[in-house]
């Protein structure tokens, strides 16, 4: 497979078909029909279909996403389906495949999971922790999945943060101090990064893909989009979840908040441990420029790319004044 290939559909536009052909194409490969709606996607096109009590998302993958890519991802869902994990469920088609291939790109059928996304509630204490439990229960359900494309390089993936250098340009001014430092900081960390537990992880865990119970935001209804999974060292995927649970007014309470609550649940080594808080800053500033350089390249749809990116800034910020000696002691005590 060809390693560029996520560079390639990260610069690639989503793929465009009407609400007409995409009723056409679930009611022949899947047998559902009902009303459409349009969820947003920054590389995909995602549909919502309802019906008869039922809702679905017809997922239509990238053009440019390889056909191994978009298996490995069908495939891991399949291998969760026997968890209690809150995560959509794979709708076979009317012969039993999981996938189709049309000219458009892979398309596939899902369960729609209800909840409120998690992004339109008020950010919490008790919340992150939930976030944090669930991170690691993920991870847990994952252990032990293998496929011949989980291997593939990914710009989200945080051990490649080092292929970021050339894109700095294109984050902000005010930010460029930040960023060059949390890079470097990256850099001194990346070769111990062999040396830990690696698996295959969802590696996206941010607000825009969870939803949280609407009478109760602090409980956590469903996992979204496994897109971005990618094998790499476990303790990724926590540093992720928890880059977009970090509270700029007290940024060590709440790297122990999040830390505490997956300790308790998957225990991170003291190795980990060490590296855990130059690793959330890392996934800050993959966030920050990655989206900065996709919304001057695609401005049609930066507030969608864009979304993550004040709280990016603002973690990165608030990381950086703590003092590291202060926050290796706290994470040594887990």
């Not at 009723?23 to 996607?41: D, E, I, P």
């Not at 976030?131 to 051990?159: C, S």
């Not at 469903?222 to 995927?237: E, I, R, Y």
């Not at 649940?265 to 800053?281: C, I, Y």
Request: net charge negative; aromatic share 4%; hydrophobic share 50%.
């Amino acid at each position: 497979m060809n390693k560029t290939a996520l560079g390639e559909v990260l610069s690639s536009a989503p793929p465009t078909l009407s609400d007409d052909a995409a009723l056409q194409l679930a009611q022949v490969h899947f047998g559902v029909t009902g009303a459409l709606k349009r969820l947003t996607s920054e590389r995909d096109l995602n549909m919502r279909i309802s019906a008869a009590g039922q809702s679905y998302v017809l997922k239509l993958a990238n053009p440019a996403e390889p056909p191994e890519v978009t298996d490995f991802q069908t495939k891991a869902l399949l291998h969760l389906q026997g968890s209690d994990l809150p995560v959509p469920r794979v709708i076979a088609t009317r012969t039993g495949a999981t996938e189709v291939a049309t000219p458009h790109g892979t398309l596939r059928l899902l369960t729609y999971l209800e909840g409120t996304p998690q992004h339109l509630t008020p950010a919490t204490p008790a919340q992150a922790r939930a976030m944090a439990r669930m991170a690691a229960r993920l991870t847990q359900g994952l252990a032990g999945f293998a496929h011949p494309a989980a291997d593939y390089v990914l710009q989200w993936d945080i051990k490649q943060a080092s292929a970021l250098r050339p894109m700095l340009p294109a984050v902000p001014d005010d930010m460029q101090a930040l960023a060059q430092a949390a890079l470097a900081r990256f850099d001194a960390l990346a070769p111990q990064l062999p040396s830990l537990r690696w698996q295959v992880v969802h590696n996206d865990l941010n607000p825009h893909n969870v939803l949280v119970l609407p009478d109760n935001p602090d409980e956590i209804a469903g996992v979204l989009d496994f897109g971005d999974m990618v094998h790499t060292p476990l303790v990724c995927d926590a540093a992720i979840a928890a880059s977009y649970c970090i509270d700029a007014a007290h940024p060590l309470d709440s790297v122990l908040n999040f830390a505490r609550a997956y300790h308790a649940v998957l225990p991170l080594t003291p190795a980990e441990a060490r590296l855990f808080p130059d690793l959330v800053a890392a996934r800050m500033l993959t966030t920050l420029t990655i989206a900065s350089a996709r919304a001057r390249a695609y401005p049609g749809n930066a507030a969608y790319i864009l979304r993550n990116v004040a709280t990016a800034r603002a973690g990165l910020a608030a990381l950086a004044a703590v003092p590291r000696g202060d926050m290796l002691n706290a994470l040594e005590a887990l």
